[in-house]
């Protein structure tokens, strides 16, 4: 059964910095993508960053220059960095991990955590 599981979010100042972390455990199989999504109140849930195998990445155009998605593979873990906080960066922020069916499987399945809140407040 595979588990995400976030860490690293919490209360910060305006123009701060917070690092967070997403623990896939399970198996998963190839062609996997690796992204964070956000939710704040009242508004939908968006895509924040997204990386691939190859390590192509893209960002919400909010947060370019500012965040940065990493991933490190041998431990199933990837990041986001996300610097000059704001307040509008308030929300819920959950990963998730796209990857084939199977090893040899054409479709995909979706993995998602349970989310992380991240609060910009002075």
């Known amino acids: 059964q595979v588990q995400l599981e976030e860490s690293g979010g919490g209360l910060v100042q305006p123009g701060g910095s917070l690092r967070l972390s997403c623990v896939t455990s399970?198996?998963?199989?190839?062609?996997?993508?690796r992204a964070w999504y956000r939710q704040a109140p009242g508004r939908q849930r968006e895509l924040v960053a997204a990386?691939?195998?190859?390590?192509?990445?893209r960002y919400a155009d909010s947060v370019k220059g500012r965040f940065t998605i990493s991933r490190v593979a041998v431990s199933n873990t990837h990041y986001l960095q996300m610097n000059d906080l704001k307040p509008e960066d308030t929300a819920v922020y959950y990963c998730?991990?796209?990857?084939?069916?199977?090893?040899?499987?054409?479709?995909?399945?979706?993995?998602w955590g349970r989310g992380t809140q991240v609060t910009v407040s002075s």
């Open positions: 998730k991990v796209i990857s084939r069916s199977s090893p040899t499987s054409t479709t995909y399945r979706e993995y």
């Open positions: 399970g198996a998963i199989f190839g062609d996997t993508t």
């Open positions: 990386i691939n195998e190859g390590d192509d990445t």
